[in-house]
């Protein structure tokens, strides 16, 4: 009798189920990878738009041209086109306004500039930046220099360093 060469079936759907796992796995952490990139990209440039607060502020004396609300879908809160970025570095602006929606899944409010003047903050001396990341937190920076990350999206959270009640 001649002996057989060659694999059982057995042994190809072990195989088969093995590649399957492994797969599986390397897909999950590429999906957290690209998470981690989209939250970075956020953050970064957040911390641009930051910058370019100061400049208007260097500029004009005030934040308040770029201190513009909500931005998100809908009529309420309107793209970064429309929200109304005025001054030298409203069209920057914009600009990293859209990086940064880019990067956001779709939610009535994906970023925010402005402050709580209910707490006697002023549009013209100060300012917030928050935006929601893609873990559902926010990431905020504000005029005090402080920033925060992983800040629920709550009244509460809005107290913390470098959100809207907390600039």
Request: aromatic fraction near 8%; include cysteine.
């Amino acid at each position: 009798m001649k002996a057989r060469s060659g694999f059982t079936l057995i042994e190809l759907l072990v195989v088969i189920a093995i590649i399957g796992l492994l797969s599986s796995i390397v897909l999950a952490s590429l999906n957290a990878a690209r998470e981690r990139g989209r939250e970075a990209a956020i953050k970064s440039q957040v911390l641009e738009l930051r910058k370019l607060m100061e400049l208007t502020y260097s500029e004009h004396g005030s934040y308040a041209g770029l201190n513009r609300g909500w931005i998100g879908t809908g009529a309420t809160n309107p793209t970064c086109e429309n929200r109304g970025y005025t001054g030298t570095f409203g069209p920057q602006a914009v600009a990293v306004c859209e990086g940064i929606v880019s990067n956001i899944a779709s939610h009535e409010n994906r970023l925010f500039t402005g402050v709580n003047t209910d707490m006697g903050f002023s549009l013209a001396a100060h300012y917030s930046i928050m935006a929601l990341l893609p873990d559902g937190t926010l990431f905020c920076a504000g005029s005090s220099g402080a920033t925060s990350s992983g800040v629920p999206f709550s009244l509460a959270g809005y107290l913390e360093p470098g959100c809207y009640s907390n600039p």
